[in-house]
């Protein structure tokens, strides 16, 4: 079935870096767009970044822009976001989520998601 | 960026009431836009998505409809399992857009 399985999450003080994965199983993911949507603790949900399926192209949030990079490898089924310079703002679960259409470029809802990874930025 | 704006943030209601939850967009967003349900400590489940389409194994009772700036979710008959947090989301265009969640409560 298809799965999608998030690491690398964890305490971090602020100002550091830290690198998540998610790995996909279950799909042919090379053909999927891929997103990173984070929740902070209470809150609603914060569309963060998203890579086209053949990673041609990236867009980010405001909020994450010149910090977060999204990443795939194609040979490896996974996505990655590495996150620098970060802020206890930052602090949310991080989610990643496939486009639900193949080869989608644009207007494509989230299908399926994965269950989250925590990160927490405090000194 | 299109702003998501979603009414009420908070619905108290009890078993078989029928539930409508409404969902606005700053601008024209056509029909592109999915509604997701989100139980505490678990990821969102795609309910609807181009406004009104039923995603594959979720009840008929869920319903989506709206174009444009304005849509509803309609739960036609409340079931203990549909208590949890609803959210639309639009992806007209980057940045993608949450609302910011109507919380369905036991009344």
């Known amino acids: 079935q298809v799965q999608l399985e998030e690491s690398g999450g964890g305490v971090v003080q602020p100002g550091r870096s830290l690198r998540l994965s998610c790995a996909a199983s279950?799909?042919?993911?090379?053909?999927?767009?891929m997103h990173w949507v984070r929740q902070a603790p209470g809150k609603g949900l914060e569309w963060v970044a998203v890579?086209?399926?053949?990673?041609?192209?990236?867009y980010y949030a405001d909020s994450v822009k010149g910090r977060f990079t999204i990443s795939r490898d194609n040979s490896k089924n996974t996505l990655y976001l590495q996150m620098n310079s970060l802020r206890a703002e930052d602090t949310a679960v991080y989610y990643c989520?496939?486009?639900?259409?193949?080869?989608?470029?644009?207007?494509?809802?989230?299908?399926?998601w994965g269950q989250g990874t925590l990160v927490t930025v405090s000194s | 960026d299109i702003q998501m704006t979603q009414s009420p943030s908070t619905l108290s209601a009890s078993v078989g009431d029928r539930v409508t939850i409404t969902c606005r967009a700053s601008?024209?967003?056509?029909?592109?836009l999915a509604w997701y349900q989100q139980k505490k400590g678990k990821a969102p489940k795609l309910l609807i998505y181009?406004?009104?389409s039923l995603e594959s194994g979720v009840p008929s009772r869920f319903s989506g409809s709206g174009s444009g700036t304005e849509f509803t979710l309609t739960i036609s008959s409340l079931q203990p399992d549909d208590f949890a947090t609803y959210y639309c989301?639009?992806?007209?265009?980057?940045?993608?857009?949450f609302g910011q969640g109507t919380k369905v409560e036991i009344k």
């Open positions: 181009d406004a009104s």
């Open positions: 279950g799909f042919t993911f090379s053909s999927y767009g």
């Open positions: 890579i086209w399926y053949d990673g041609s192209n990236k």
């Open positions: 989520a496939r486009d639900a259409v193949v080869y989608a470029t644009s207007h494509n809802w989230f299908d399926p």
């Open positions: 989301q639009q992806y007209n265009s980057y940045p993608v857009t």
């Open positions: 601008q024209s967003i056509s029909s592109w």
